[in-house]
């Protein structure tokens, strides 16, 4: 309601004022830069929280540990796009205002990503942990949308999809944790390794994936937007260092965590996969690895 609601009277204003709601540039009428700058942050602000980007993300790791698998999925594999997607076809509307508040963005997303990235370090949940790392991601992805240059959409666009394969793909794995153990808590499911070895492989590729390992989208991705955002303002290499880096922390936590040490039951190599828990990991983990042979078709 807090992000809506402000762009459904942003769309309202802008149907009366110029007669279609239809996304133009001819549409909006001359305003004062103040009333242009206000309607501005009502039109952007249900994107900014639907993606989340950091102080408005708390809803988040609340819905996704709430939630049952398959809302988890369809929450970080399409629903949290739907915020990147609106800024893209929103911020080229008002261009003056959204050049202005550039720093702004970029601002948040890179210090509010170190923050979620030192949280996501602190979790014992499971389905916290990757729904706060989706915090992070989408943080760099504000970023590359903000500074409005060919390599920060493009680099957008393929960090957005790499996640969404990526993401939702952890969560099913720890999922079938969770329908074995009856805990998604780091500290009770550790060597995994042992207790379902299949597994083992899949928590490592898409961990690799969550971190902007090659081959995957990420990679092409957040290089992309590595580079639009520090060539936008070089002092940013320092926190975008740092993320990255951050980003490998707490991936490599969660794998060592969970698949490492040692398991206390006599049961070993028990409860492997079956055959429709392989097929969904093979369907995620398959065009995160293959789309990047053919990288025109997510750059813009």
Known sequence: LFGSLPLL???????????????NLSSLPECGMSLMAVWYICSVMAFIVKLPVYLVHLWLPKAHVEAPVAGSVILAGVL????????????PL??????????????????????????????????????????????????????????GLSGAVSVM?????CSSGLFCLAN?????LGSRSLLISKGLLSFMPTMALWWFVLSAGN?????????????????????WALLAMIPVALLSFLSAAYSL????????????????????????????????????????????????
């Open 253 to 300: 936590y969660m794998f060592s965590l969970s698949q490492h040490g040692k398991y206390f039951s006599a049961l070993f190599s028990c409860c492997s996969g079956k055959v429709r828990e392989y097929l969904i990991l093979i369907l995620h983990w398959l065009p995160l690895n293959v789309l990047v042979l053919k990288g025109s078709v997510l750059v813009c």
């Open 94 to 151: 008002f261009i003056q205002s959204a050049v202005t508040f550039s720093w702004f963005w970029v601002s948040v997303g890179l210090l509010g990503g170190i923050f979620v990235s030192f949280i996501c370090l602190r979790q014992t949940d499971m389905k916290a942990l990757i729904a706060y790392s989706s915090v992070a991601h989408m943080g760099l992805v504000l970023c590359g949308l903000s500074v409005f240059s060919w390599w």
């Open 176 to 180: 079938m944790v969770y329908e074995r």
């Open 211 to 231: 971190m902007a390992a090659p081959p995957t989208v990420n990679l092409l991705g957040e290089i992309s937007l590595i580079l639009s955002v520090v060539s």
């Open 9 to 23: 009277i942003s769309i309202l204003s802008l149907y009366s004022m110029g007669g279609s709601v239809t996304f």
């Open 161 to 165: 999809v790499g996640h969404g394969l």
């Open 80 to 91: 949290l796009k739907l915020g990147g997607y609106g800024l893209v076809r929103v911020c």
